[in-house]
T-cell receptor
């Protein structure tokens, strides 16, 4: 089993839809959970992170972590065509440890 | 902000030559920088961790003599691909760990290397 698993997609939604992106992981030591957005041929951009279990909201984005089931989610409200990108989850054991990336889910938001 | 730059953004070189890629944190200090490689439709694979003033730590399977990393200052790390071969063609991305905020790793825009 890979440490971090993501459905590669693509996930196609119409503009304005609520999007749910998910990851599962296997390492119980992960405490920090990052979400990155990567546009084609660009470096990843940090969207948000959460520490341990719980929810965190930032504008149209909500990150959710359930450590008991090792399940990570990112919700995007009122999705826009500019949200079309690959979304990577990347948990880490500590703030100073290396990130373990999932393969990413490609999201396509059509106008 | 937290901006990381890479230079060059793309490079084409002949097989057997060496290529140097620079990674700079423009507006913050980074004691730790990371180098990743990404093949098409694949995830980022960590190659090595670079700490300022010390030797880099390489991930299993990454040849340290082929991928030379130097982290000479708190804002600059370099990756040199020596004796490049076509299989080294990939997208190389660096990231920098913001010293004051350890859980925020900022990525450069990447360097596309093509070895002919």
């Amino acid at each position: 089993q890979k440490e971090v698993e993501q459905d590669p997609g693509p996930l196609s939604v119409p503009e304005g839809a609520i999007v749910s992106l998910n990851c599962t992981y296997s390492n119980s030591a992960f405490q920090y959970f990052m979400w990155y957005r990567q546009y084609s041929r660009k470096g990843p951009e940090l969207l948000m992170y959460t520490y341990s279990s719980g929810n965190k909201e930032d504008g149209r984005f909500t990150a959710q972590v359930d450590k008991s089931s090792k399940y990570i989610s990112l919700f995007i409200r009122d999705s826009q065509p500019s949200d079309s990108a690959t979304y990577l989850c990347a948990p880490a054991a500590s703030g100073y440890s290396t990130l373990t990336f999932g393969k990413g889910t490609m999201l396509l938001v059509s106008p | 902000g937290a901006v990381v730059s890479q230079h060059p953004s793309w490079v084409i070189c002949k097989s057997g030559t060496s290529v140097k890629i620079e990674c700079r944190s423009l507006d913050f200090q980074a004691t730790t920088m990371f180098w990743y490689r990404q093949f098409p439709k694949q995830s980022l694979m960590l190659m090595a961790t670079s700490n300022e003033g010390s030797k880099a730590t390489y991930e299993q399977g990454v040849e340290k003599d082929k991928f030379l990393i130097n982290h000479a200052s708190l804002t600059l790390s370099t990756l040199t691909v020596t004796s490049a071969h076509p299989e080294d063609s990939s997208f190389y991305i660096c990231s920098a760990l913001k010293t004051a905020e350890p859980y925020e790793q900022y990525f450069g825009p990447g360097t596309r290397l093509t070895v002919t």
